[in-house]
């Protein structure tokens, strides 16, 4: 029998993000791995990258007959503290059809979509998550049992995909640090914001291919993580300035190019990202200075937001060390929305892609 889910793991104020109440055991921008590098590291179609995607970073299910919870199994999962929460929910949904009792592919579809809610229920505010497990199902209803002579064929293949995805999954940052490599000259200055485990990758990819760089690494309040990224680059022996986040326009002058993860990539080619890169974009283009995003294909959502309040608030409980009036009022969103023409390239496990080329991989993804 599966255990009750401890109330550490439960999302206690579903006003805020999960992702920020669980930083302390979690800390890292979820850029989350995996989906069409499938395509890029194996030459599989997209659709079977898409199957994996699904699995995203998720959590919140109910046990089944057989006593398993999908919501446990990706708990468990996300103990592995260099295993993206994507890759857990992968694992997760993968466990669903290795320990289903389902008789027909009806019943195998249902039992997923059950499972799929459950985990995106567990943080409605993440774009990812919510994008991953729907390219999943598109997947999964795809796989039918028209395609196999019997039932048990049928979840076979269904499982073999998705472990084998889930596998794949590893090779995603490798497969974007390995394509903006040549973006990385010797002698630049690069500006992060906050803690992306793909910029990292990144990074550390051109360090270990003895790249002479440095890096501004902004400090990524109010939570700080762009500390963690400026110790880890410090690790690597890599030259690293931390700013605070309202040095930038002060500092961009000695910067030649902006790495920042994503949130989520929308159908307009711009990204969802963490509270500041808006701004940062802004200043970086303002500049003549080019904006890199490193992200995972799972990511791709079908969002279309038309201004800054037009998404799914994230927020993020803040703490300025001194008690303020009740009559202040905190913006607490944790996230904001960078349009796509202050980008400059996406590096995607489906390889260098312009903004404006975001919504025909949408549609492949979906279609």
Not at 200 to 209: G, K, P, S
């Amino acid at each position: 029998m599966a255990t009750e889910i401890p109330q550490s793991r439960q999302n206690l104020d579903p006003q805020i993000s999960l992702y920020y109440q669980t930083r302390a055991a979690h800390h890292a921008v979820v850029t989350n791995d995996w989906l069409a590098q499938a395509q890029a590291a194996v030459g599989h179609h997209p659709e079977d990258a898409v199957s994996e995607n699904s699995s995203l970073k998720s959590a919140g299910g109910e046990e089944s007959g057989n006593g398993f919870s999908v919501v446990n199994e990706f708990n468990n999962w996300r103990k592995q503290p260099d295993l993206a929460e994507a890759v857990a929910a992968i694992r997760a949904l993968a466990s669903v059809i290795r320990s289903s009792q389902a008789t027909t592919m009806m019943e195998l579809e249902i039992e997923l979509k059950k499972a799929s809610d459950s985990l995106k229920s567990w943080d409605t505010t993440s774009i990812s998550l919510t994008a991953g497990c729907d390219l999943f199902m598109r997947y999964v209803t795809r796989t039918s049992a028209l395609e196999y002579e019997d039932f048990n064929s049928a979840k076979s293949r269904l499982l073999e995909r998705a472990e084998r995805f889930g596998e794949i999954s590893y090779k995603a940052r490798k497969i974007i640090a390995m394509l903006s490599q040549d973006f990385i000259f010797d002698g630049c200055t690069i500006l992060v914001h906050g803690f992306s485990r793909v910029v990292l990758e990144v990074l550390r990819t051109a360090a270990q291919n003895r790249k002479l760089f440095r890096v501004f690494c902004t400090e990524g309040r109010p939570d700080r993580t762009g500390l963690r990224l400026s110790n880890e680059l410090a690790k690597l022996d890599v030259p690293v300035k931390l700013l605070i986040d309202s040095a930038v326009a002060y500092s961009m002058d000695e910067v030649d190019m902006v790495f920042v993860g994503a949130d989520g990539v929308v159908e307009s080619g711009g990204i969802i990202n963490m509270m500041g890169t808006y701004q940062i974009a802004l200043v970086a283009k303002s500049m003549n200075k080019p904006v890199y995003v490193a992200a995972e294909s799972y990511k791709f959502a079908r969002l279309y937001p038309l201004d800054q309040k037009d998404m799914v608030p994230a927020l993020h409980p803040i703490d300025f060390g001194v008690p303020l009036p009740s009559k202040v009022e905190v913006e607490m969103s944790a996230r904001d929305y960078t349009p796509p023409q202050y980008l400059t390239l996406l590096f995607t496990d489906l390889g260098i892609l312009s903004p404006s080329v975001v919504s025909d991989e949408l549609i492949q993804l979906y279609l």
